[in-house]
């Protein structure tokens, strides 16, 4: 009996991990986040990333949530829209993402600000964030004291503390 579940353990897990979320994540400013990009369709992220996700019940806006693992926070959320991506955003700070230029998160604020070019500070409560804007794309460095805590790409002029 301990041994079948075991097996069935490690059939969730396998469940989960199947999920393509990328390990390390990359951003790529104004263009992607984990492979997702703004406006592409829900068929296309399952595609990518996989049916294994979670769904936020308290959200006005579909919100599907791809992790690591099952019932664990480091990862990325997907905010939908008419079926196509309208937003996405690291989910806490998972371990080793990074932007094209190489800043990680954890990284200091004056390192993002050095590597990243041009952005502009955007106070929310509680952190901060440093936004550039990219064609139609806005591209944000979230920042919780001093060090960077996540990404995000949201539609061009869209409220990056919401």
């Not at 390390?24 to 296309?44: C, D, K, M, Y």
């Not at 099952?70 to 939908?80: D, H, I, N, Y």
């Amino acid at each position: 009996m301990r041994l079948a579940a075991v097996c069935a353990a490690s059939l969730v897990f396998c469940a989960s991990a199947g999920a393509a979320l990328p390990s390390p994540g990359v951003l790529v400013p104004g263009r992607s986040l984990g492979g997702v990009r703004i406006g592409e369709p829900a068929a296309q992220v399952r595609a990518s990333l996989g049916s294994s996700f979670g769904r936020c019940r308290g959200c006005d806006t579909a919100t599907w949530y791809f992790t690591y693992g099952r019932f664990t926070q480091p990862g990325l959320a997907v905010e939908l829209e008419r079926g196509r991506v309208s937003g996405v955003w690291t989910i806490w700070s998972p371990r080793g993402w990074h932007d094209r230029r190489g800043v990680r998160l954890g990284a200091t604020e004056a390192r993002v600000t050095s590597l990243a070019g041009p952005l502009v500070p955007v106070a929310c409560s509680g952190y901060d964030a440093l936004v550039g804007d990219h064609g139609s794309v806005r591209t944000a460095y979230y920042v919780l004291a001093g060090k960077l805590w996540g990404f995000g790409l949201l539609p061009r002029r869209a409220d990056p503390c919401r």
